[in-house]
């Protein structure tokens, strides 16, 4: 791989029609999960009368889940040397769940519909971004993760946007606006399966099953350090759930409360694809330190906040940071991953990753629960700092850039 330095100074022609389509059918379903999840943490707290410390163990299952079931799906893609098709199942099973929110009477069935959900992000992500680096070439990974990213979440903030309307105009019928959520999901999957075609398998992706112990032994230390790092990261970055807990506990309306997660995607969405094409062109360790210096500044503000203006402050600091190394860490991984092996690969990172988000989640709503929400932020700015020492780290042991 070379240093960024090397990449050609020629304008890169313009990212395949696909990488669209797969921007827009992550759009759409983030369209229907997020008018479910942005009113999800108030539902179970105050309809259902969960506690804070369940509603934590509840998203970092949730959120776990769907990141180990990628190590799974990763693994098949590999196997069967085809993407699409695990995506599709994916994608199918997320849009299933939904009617299971306006129909469920009990906690059980919200926790029940909730893991299934995340199941099916699970199964279609690790193909997804192993799809989107077998479109387009190395030059141009940064991009086309950005790019997708942007539009996934451009769904993140206008789902949320979307229900607190409907949510004015109904009187807080949480029931009708899950109903609503039903059709964005149909419609991604209906979009994704005519409207993305699969690239054939390259020669070198016939060496057989990944699963094989000769295989995973080509996953190089480089590889295993992006995984690290994304661990240390998870940690520092818990469920987004806290965010709107935070808002509720300032004072803000009910109906209001999915607004901060429109303001935090909406800075989110407008950074991922500029700093994913940045990433193209500089160093991914540089880029990655700062980011995690502006969720540092964003745990400090939500610590501190009073009122809206620092909470919104915080939030926008939030979603600037996911903008700047969430795509930046898919290509991370795919830099450093063999192309035959690069569904195992994000399948791993993602299983790695998952482990960190249920305990970041259990942890943040233990701290939230007997210490206080500012003991949860800084808990999460300390983590930041300790990610930003395992770059320093490795950078000193001389790894080269992903």
Excluded at 50 to 60: A, N, Q, R, T, W
Excluded at 177 to 199: D, K, Q, S, Y
């Amino acid at each position: 791989m070379p240093p960024r330095s090397d990449v050609d100074a020629a304008p890169a022609p313009a990212l395949p029609r696909a990488i669209w389509v797969l921007g827009f059918v992550s759009m759409l379903m983030d369209i229907s999960s997020e008018m479910v999840h942005s009113l999800l943490p108030l539902f179970l707290v105050s309809t259902l009368g969960v506690s804070v410390i369940v509603v934590g163990v509840i998203e970092g299952i949730a959120e776990s889940t769907a990141l180990i079931v990628k190590v799974f799906s990763g693994v098949l893609s590999d196997h069967f040397r085809r993407r699409k098709g695990l995506a599709v199942f994916g994608y199918a099973l997320g849009a299933l769940t939904k009617p299971a929110f306006a129909l469920a009477q009990g906690a059980g069935m919200v926790v029940a519909a909730r893991f299934v959900d995340r199941i099916g992000k699970g199964m279609r992500g690790a193909p997804r971004d192993a799809l989107v680096a077998d479109l387009v070439p190395p030059a141009q990974r940064g991009a086309a993760y950005g790019l997708r990213q942007a539009l996934d979440t451009v769904g993140a903030f206008a789902g949320p946007l979307l229900a607190t309307t409907l949510m004015l105009l109904w009187t807080s019928d949480l029931r009708a606006v899950f109903w609503v959520a039903v059709i964005p999901g149909a419609l991604a999957v209906l979009l994704l399966v005519v409207g993305v075609r699969e690239p054939e398998p390259t020669p070198r992706a016939a060496r057989g099953s990944p699963i094989r112990r000769e295989a995973l032994r080509r996953l190089s230390m480089a590889y295993w350090g992006v995984v690290a790092l994304g661990a240390l990261f998870t940690l520092a970055r818990f469920s987004e759930a806290f965010l709107v807990l935070r808002a509720e506990q300032l004072g803000i309306a009910v109906s209001l409360v999915p607004l901060v997660m429109v303001a935090m995607n909406v800075v989110y969405a407008s950074s991922a694809y500029p700093f994913g094409k940045l990433s193209d062109a500089m160093s991914h360790g540089v880029l990655l330190a700062w980011g995690l210096a502006v969720l540092v500044a964003a745990d400090a503000v939500l610590a501190l906040a009073t009122g809206w203006p620092t909470l919104l402050l915080g939030v926008a600091l939030w979603g600037l940071h996911m903008g700047m190394t969430q795509g930046l860490l898919a290509a991370m991984v795919a830099g450093t991953a063999p192309d035959d092996l690069r569904g195992t690969a994000f399948g791993l990172f993602n299983l790695v990753s998952g482990v960190a988000m249920l305990l970041a989640s259990v942890i943040a709503g233990v701290l939230w629960e007997r210490l206080g929400s500012q003991a949860t932020f800084i808990a999460g700015g300390a983590f930041a700092v300790l990610t930003l020492l395992g770059l320093v780290v490795r950078h000193a042991w001389g790894a080269r850039p992903a």
